[in-house]
């Protein structure tokens, strides 16, 4: 690990050659009265770097393929499919990718405050929540039709409600069901 990651000063680095799919309410309203306050999907390189000390927003940020590494209890630890960082308003959190690595991350940032506090990592299945803002991403630049937009939306934040719930459970039965069908 660099000396540069041991740095936890405020960095806000997306990076050359990534490549980002957002959405904002101002391209979509619907995501306002919904309380996200940007949603996306991030093809992180390695320049990919972020440290918050004092946000003030949550973060669902789930690995779709790749691998990155995210700051837990001041320990670095790798974030891999099916794995999500929940962040917490206040709490310092981080997260970069990994030389010669690509990482594929979806992402949504809301303001609820979080139980716990602080930053944790979470089993979540990615793709629902990946197609929803990828989707919802294609219909505000395309066609822009306010009520399908609203309804991406909407399944958007009930995906990420389900996700964060703290009855959630654990991720173990659809990695095993994933597992099995990868049978030959």
């Known amino acids: 690990m660099g000396a540069d990651l041991l740095d936890l000063r405020e960095i806000h680095s997306i990076g050359a050659g990534t490549r980002e799919w957002l959405t904002s309410p101002v391209g979509c309203p619907a995501l306002k009265r919904l309380g996200i306050t940007l949603t996306g999907v991030s093809e992180a390189k390695e320049s990919f770097r972020f440290v918050r000390p004092t946000p003030e927003w949550s973060q669902l940020l789930v690995t779709c393929s790749g691998v990155g590494r995210v700051l837990v209890d ?99 039965l659809w990695r095993l069901w994933e597992a099995v069908d990868a049978l030959p």
């Not at 944790?120 to 929540?129: C, K």
Request: contains cysteine; charged residues 20%; hydrophobic residues 45%.
């Open 74 to 172: 001041g320990t670095w630890r790798n974030l891999e499919p099916g794995d999500g960082y929940l962040t917490a308003p206040s709490a310092l959190h981080a997260y970069h990718a990994l030389p010669r690595r690509p990482w594929l991350v979806c992402w949504v940032i809301f303001p609820t405050k979080m139980q716990p506090a602080k930053p944790t990592v979470i089993p979540v299945d990615h793709r629902p929540l990946h197609d929803a803002i990828l989707n919802l991403h294609r219909e505000c630049l395309g066609r822009g039709d306010a009520a399908v937009s609203v309804q991406w939306a909407e399944l958007l934040h009930l995906l990420l409600r389900r996700a964060i719930a703290p009855a959630a459970g654990d991720g173990r």
